[in-house]
């Protein structure tokens, strides 16, 4: 299997080094996915789904694990939280593969309590 170049947001704890390096919305393709990548799903980032239209929406303020397609047609995955700090109680993340305009293999990572 191979990874593709890491590519990374800043979330709204950051700090300004955070910032500096990473941008608040990254988009990108990745086997013709078109990818939003983003720390938080604001109302004014599903406004902008609308007339953007990614394939694939990643994002993960809420640390809530999540995997569904909206009514627009976009996947939105967030990865859930798998650091030692936050409200979450169980530590995930997610994994998949993207192939031929598809993701697929996706699989839920229980890491264990926080």
């Given at each position: 299997m191979a990874w593709a170049p890491l590519v990374g947001c800043h979330g709204n704890i950051d700090d300004a080094s955070v910032r500096a390096q990473f941008p608040e919305h990254v988009h990108f393709e990745r086997e013709g996915i078109r990818v939003w990548l983003t720390h938080i799903c604001s109302p004014a980032v599903k406004k902008k789904l609308i007339t953007?239209?990614?394939?694939?929406?990643?994002?993960?303020?809420?640390?809530?694990?999540?995997?569904?397609r909206d009514k627009l047609g976009v996947f939105h995955l967030n990865p859930g939280a798998c650091g030692r700090q936050g409200f979450h109680v169980v530590k995930t993340m997610l994994t998949f593969e993207v192939q031929a305009r598809r993701v697929s293999q996706l699989r839920i990572h229980d890491l264990g309590p926080r």
């Open positions: 953007e239209k990614p394939d694939l929406l990643v994002f993960g303020h809420s640390h809530v694990v999540k995997a569904e």
